[in-house]
């Protein structure tokens, strides 16, 4: 393990990642954020915005030329050809982004630790699994909800139809199956302050413990 450990953070859409990052963040750790990076790949005039609206045309566009990221949205989850087409397009120029981003936190990070200590690394990725991106980090953490919870959180986020936010849900990797690839996973089914408590004891008593020689704030 690396003085810097690298925690691949997943889930399910509306599982409560960006949340768990957050939480995590205030705890000290360093954040890559991969959707934060999929938002700035796409920016107008980008090389991956040319490839986006050659394929899927002007009628996603805002009047600014920015990419309308709620009709691209609503077109990639109710057709699996077209979301795949369009992962096709990002995924590379996201990749590329995270791979640079994380060895830019390395870098930094064990200068740092030689005055002070390592941090660990959470690399806040949706698409971890579908990404193939599991190789850059060290080990994985899925949160996850319950299908109810999840339709309940979109349509109270998005304002979408019941039927519309299960075929968001459905249109994912299914739960189960990240979880069976998972080193720790978190059920986020209950109140905020609950996840916290969750979030917290992982950070505190598994995760910190696998930064090697080096202190850390909690030891």
Known sequence: MSKNTVIGLTGGIATGKSTAAKIFKKLGCKIVDADAIAHKIIKHNTSAYRKITAYFGKDILEKNRE????????????NKNKRLKLNAITHPYIIKEIKKQIKNLKCKLNVAAKRSFAKIIILDAPLLFEAKITLLVDKILVIASNEEAQIKRLIKKYNLSPDKAKLRVKSQMPLAKKIKYADYVINNNAKLTDL??????????TLSPLIKGVGHPFK
């Open 67 to 78: 990419i309308n990221r709620s009709k691209l949205a609503s077109i990639i989850f109710s």
């Open 196 to 205: 916290r408590k969750k979030v917290k004891n992982l950070y505190l008593h």
